[in-house]
């Protein structure tokens, strides 16, 4: 899936496409947001295309990784939950490609844990496109690919009023692992 650093074309041929809802009412999410899932034994990859029509005014203010202000810009969130949802693996990414990464235990969180994801980021047309790749050696308890996990992609807008969408919608805050989708990874 993963050339030079790069994605093959192909990483996208098999992949399940989603398109985001509106986390409060479900109703359909505009401007449209469009993700492609896949996976292998090395990587769990996602393909996240947002439409945005005011493309110049979207925030990328944070520049450096690991730096949680990345939450207040234009970005995507995601969410692995393993082993029941005890760990909830949480990812935040702008639309420059800079993220944050987090463990939250059903005890705390955990700032400490590190997961080096490959992301592209890019623009094209009245678009930004991410694609990312999480290498499950570091994104799966004891690097070991499970079953099943729970799975959530949502997509936060920087303007003002502007709501929030969702794969799976939570109605409410985003962290709520009870209401995120499963993703089997059998093959």
């Not at 003002?160 to 805050?173: E, I, M, Q, V």
Request: glycine share 6%.
């Amino acid at each position: 899936m993963l050339q030079n650093g790069r994605f093959s074309p192909q990483a996208w041929g098999n992949a399940q496409n989603i398109v985001l809802r509106d986390n409060y009412t479900s109703k359909p999410y505009q401007p449209k947001t469009t993700a492609w899932i896949a996976f292998d034994q090395d990587f769990f990859i996602v393909k996240v295309q947002a439409d945005e029509p005011e493309l110049d005014k979207i925030k990328t203010a944070t520049t450096s990784n690991g730096d949680f202000k990345v939450f207040s810009d234009d970005m995507v969130e995601l969410y692995f939950g393993f082993e029941n949802n005890a760990i909830i693996r949480h990812f935040g990414i702008n639309a420059a490609g800079v993220y944050a990464v987090r463990t939250v235990y059903r005890q705390g969180n955990d700032r400490t844990w590190e997961c080096h994801p490959v992301v592209n980021a890019s623009r094209t047309g009245q678009a930004w496109i991410l694609e990312m790749a999480f290498p499950w050696r570091q994104l799966a308890p004891d690097g070991v690919i499970p079953a099943e996990i729970s799975f959530n992609l949502n997509r936060s807008r920087s303007l003002p009023g502007d709501r929030l969408a969702a794969w799976s919608p939570t109605f409410g805050l985003f962290l709520a692992p009870d209401r995120f989708g499963r993703i089997s990874l059998q093959r």
